[in-house]
């Protein structure tokens, strides 16, 4: 059973910072790539950025320069830092494996809210 738990978002400032993490359970975190994904209201859910097991990093457009995607293996983690935060930035982000997403069989948890305004 996937166990995936996010938390760090809030209300932040445009130009603010945030930093996400992500809690995996079970040993098998590090065998997967790691992605943080975004949905905003009325929006569909939007791939943000991905980590490979080695820590190779992509990220979407909209958010390279002001995003940065870390994991640590030993503790299970991922971790989303988030600078020179924008409106348009704000959604509920959630973690997952993107295999798994590929293969229609992405697991969704409760995420965590990130809300951009002044």
């Known amino acids: 059973q996937v166990q995936l738990v996010e938390s760090g978002g809030g209300l932040v400032q445009p130009g603010g910072s945030l930093r996400l993490s992500c809690a995996a359970s079970?040993?098998?975190?590090?065998?997967?790539?790691m992605g943080w994904y975004r949905q905003a209201p009325g929006e569909a859910r939007e791939w943000v950025a991905s980590?490979?097991?080695?820590?190779?990093?992509t990220y979407t457009d909209s958010v390279k320069g002001r995003f940065t995607i870390s994991r640590d293996n030993a503790k299970n983690t991922v971790t989303l830092q988030m600078n020179s935060l924008k409106p348009e930035d704000t959604a509920v982000y959630y973690c997952?494996?993107?295999?798994?997403?590929?293969?229609?069989?992405?697991?969704w948890g409760q995420g965590t809210q990130v809300t951009v305004s002044s």
């Open positions: 997952t494996y993107p295999t798994l997403v590929a293969r229609g069989q992405g697991y």
């Open positions: 079970g040993s098998i975190f590090s065998a997967y790539a």
């Open positions: 980590i490979t097991k080695s820590g190779r990093t």
